[in-house]
């Protein structure tokens, strides 16, 4: 039974999200989920780590999906996504947690930067 009002609340926080909102639970679920397939991988459990890291490459899809390609921003979010699950996918077949540590510090710093915009706008449509 929690486990259902849980999993109802989880849906009721997507859907009321603004967008700004989901990209950054977008950006958490994937600071989540590598440090998962990192602690998996030291833990050396293979198939545990398989399933974070490509939920990973989800989470990565999904944020390439949210790109508008109308600004020449979204050409650089999109080589770096690309990049960060070419990295992924060498970290899943060679189970290598260093190769997960190249992508989790820029995921972070961007999550941030995301939460700064994500604030200011918020801050910008209560002045108005």
């Known amino acids: 039974m929690p486990n259902n009002a849980y999993n109802l609340y989880r849906t009721t926080a997507v859907q009321t999200a603004s967008p700004g909102k989901l990209l950054l639970m977008l950006y958490d679920g994937l600071i989540l989920s590598l440090k998962q397939a990192k602690e998996a991988i030291g833990a050396q459990k293979p198939a ?7 939920k990973s ?24 996504y690309d990049f960060w699950k070419y990295q992924l996918i060498q970290a899943n077949m060679k189970k290598d947690a260093a190769l997960i540590d190249t992508v989790l510090p ?16 918020r801050g910008e449509m209560a002045a108005k």
């Not at 545990?48 to 490509?54: D, G, I, K, N, P």
């Not at 820029?106 to 706008?121: H, I, K, Q």
């Open 48 to 54: 545990e780590a398989h399933r974070y890291l490509v």
């Open 57 to 80: 490459q989800d989470i990565i899809d999904e944020l390439i999906v949210t790109l508008n390609m109308d600004y020449e921003i979204s050409t650089n979010l999109y080589q770096l």
């Open 106 to 121: 820029m995921v972070v710093e961007l999550r941030e930067t995301w939460s700064a915009v994500v604030e200011s706008t």
